[in-house]
């Protein structure tokens, strides 16, 4: 048996190998785990550690190993957003106002993942209700990132997904899940060294998952492996008929494309991504990963997005539009926390004034401006017009490519205090992935190198056309090999 | 804006604070500001996007199904009587 410190260190394919050739016990596996996860307390990952729960469930774990009664995700310790609604174990959303919600129910991925017998040992932290590119607007305290600058300052770990992140690249989960609405697991894997995935609109359930923006929110993995993101997404993705944005399309089997060539698929680069004033670190990698591709195969073609300019602008009136009627809900009455007031009025004003952190506040306020009688017109709908026209943009456009190919943000993770203060050079931060939920595409980051001089972790990121995430996974195979440093290596060596 | 902030608030239902109206005006100022450069394009003849991928509405079958989790639901409430969510008195 391997020493049992090592066993954070597999991945999800080998651990399910050894569990299932019983080399060690699901049991084992997750207690190392636990040991990792207070090991890392001080990162702040996590939200509620769920340790006693996730001993029991290896217990179940072990005994249907025994019986040879093995499930595709058996007894591998995973980590959710606190984002997602898990029954009987309280749920969030980084926020005051959920701080004693405890959901009557589980979301359909949470329970996909626990039916294929995946093993929650926690809830990870993030952005008040998401909203956020650096994981400080919590309510329970920023994230850290196990990535140190130069001057042994941890680094944050980006966000809103930023505790999974966090988790995975800290070893004390093998995979999470994440939320993404404008860049949430994109982003965070690129400042934490790890994979992720935004699938397409549709291509999961959100049944469960706290809303933010509705048509634009995604949920999806984030790994330290390309295959292990491809394990996850096929045991997230699929029709759900509680949520009736979800596509009723077959699941393709995403292992079988990873390994597959990429000779003769057309990537397209598009040129108003290659930002005045740029930073050359990550313009060279950008660079680097192109000529790899093409080395191996793959035909290179610069590409227009014209709309590229118009699509954060477009974002900041949609998301906090759908955000201000969704978080409607908060208010006091049946569920989360109250501030009782001598009116129902004062009640829902103290409650909402208490409950909320300024990110939220901020942007509820926004979405209340521009959906309000008299600036509907020259806002949202414009907003609304605008997406088509960013949809028909990359209609257009894969019409002559198979994929897009940039960074994944421009630039690597900064440090708490460092982080933007101006919430528009905040919202910069997702100028590259923003375009992918605002057409509903699916997109990939891949760990691909090392920032110059901090030597902290660059993302690539690919986009796909709707429902072509196999060859988001292929191709982001490619990239993961050839990355400066081996992705893995990289995180053992800061952990 | 600092009046509008404070409508916007009131209308959300948000109490804030003086300060936070002081901020978050000049923040929103600078947003809207920023959102302004939607205007140089012409979009009069584009359509809404309604689903990104553009799925239609999918419906159901219109059955019956009993999931009784009243217990688990109320459990969550601030207050609550008789199975009841309890609210200041609204009506005079």
């Known amino acids: ?495 | 804006m600092i009046g509008e902030v404070k409508r916007m608030a009131k209308l959300a239902r948000i109490g804030i604070t003086e300060e936070e109206a002081t901020q978050f005006s000049t923040q929103l100022s600078n947003l809207l500001n920023w959102v302004e450069q939607l205007n140089e394009i012409d979009l009069s003849q584009v359509e809404w996007t309604v689903h990104p991928t553009g799925q239609e509405q999918v419906l159901r079958e219109d059955v019956v199904r009993i999931e009784n989790t009243v217990d688990d639901i109320m459990a969550n409430a601030p207050d609550a009587k008789f199975n009841m969510f309890s609210v200041p008195k609204v009506v005079e």
């Open chain 1, 1 to 495: 048996m391997p020493n049992n410190s090592d066993l954070i260190y597999l991945t999800l394919q080998n651990a399910l190998k050894g569990l299932i050739n019983k080399d060690f016990t699901a049991q084992e596996l997750v207690a190392a785990h636990i040991a990792q996860m207070d090991a890392t307390h001080h990162l702040n990952a996590y939200i509620t550690q769920m340790a006693d729960h996730a001993l029991n469930a290896a217990k179940d774990s072990d005994a249907r190993i025994a019986k040879g009664e093995t499930r595709p995700l058996e007894g591998i310790p995973i980590a959710m957003k606190d984002l997602f609604c898990t029954k009987g174990v309280r749920t969030t959303a980084g926020s005051k106002i959920l701080e004693n919600f405890i959901p009557p129910y589980e979301s359909t991925i949470g329970q996909r993942l626990l039916d294929a017998g995946a093993i929650t040992i926690g809830k990870t932290n993030l952005d008040e209700f998401a909203m956020g590119s650096s994981n400080i607007t919590s309510a329970y305290g920023p994230t850290l990132s196990p990535w140190k600058t130069p001057a042994n300052k941890h680094c944050l770990p980006g966000g809103s997904s930023g505790g999974s992140a966090a988790a995975v690249a800290s070893f004390s989960a093998i995979a999470a899940t994440g939320t993404d609405t404008g860049g949430s697991i994109r982003q965070p894997a690129s400042f934490s060294g790890i994979v992720g995935i935004k699938p397409t609109y549709g291509r999961c359930s959100r049944y469960g998952i706290i809303a933010f923006a509705s048509s634009l929110d995604q949920a999806g993995p984030l790994t330290r492996t390309v295959e292990d993101a491809a394990i996850m997404l096929q045991h997230m993705a699929g029709f759900d008929e509680h949520d009736s944005t979800s596509v009723n399309k077959p699941t393709p089997n995403y292992l079988d494309e990873i390994g597959g060539s990429v000779k003769g698929l057309k990537i397209g680069i598009p040129n108003e991504c290659r930002m005045e004033g740029m930073r050359s670190d990550v313009l060279e990698l950008w660079e680097k990963a192109a000529q790899i591709l093409q080395d191996v195969g793959a035909i290179i073609k610069p590409i227009s997005l014209p709309m590229l300019k118009y699509a954060l602008p477009t974002y900041y009136i949609i998301a906090p539009a759908e955000a201000s009627s969704n978080l409607a809900r908060y208010d006091g009455v049946r569920f989360g926390q109250r501030v009782e007031g001598d009116s129902l009025d004062e009640l829902y004003m103290k409650t909402r004034e208490a409950g909320f952190g300024p990110e939220v506040k901020r942007r509820i306020i926004m979405g209340t401006h521009v959906l309000s009688s008299g600036f509907y017109d020259a806002y949202y709908v414009k907003a609304q017009k605008l997406r088509t026209h960013i949809i028909q943009n990359f209609q257009q456009t894969f019409t002559d490519i198979d994929l897009i190919l940039t960074p994944s943000a421009p630039t690597p993770a900064f440090t708490f205090g460092e982080e933007p203060k101006d919430p528009v050079t905040m919202y910069m931060n997702d100028i590259y992935t923003v375009i992918a939920n605002l057409a509903g595409l699916p997109g990939i980051s891949i760990p691909f190198g090392l920032s110059k001089p901090e030597g902290l972790p660059l993302g690539m990121q690919l986009i796909a056309p709707a429902f072509e995430e196999s060859l988001l996974l292929k191709v982001g195979q490619t990239l993961y090999t050839f990355a400066e440093k081996d992705p893995v290596q990289a995180l053992r060596e800061i952990v």
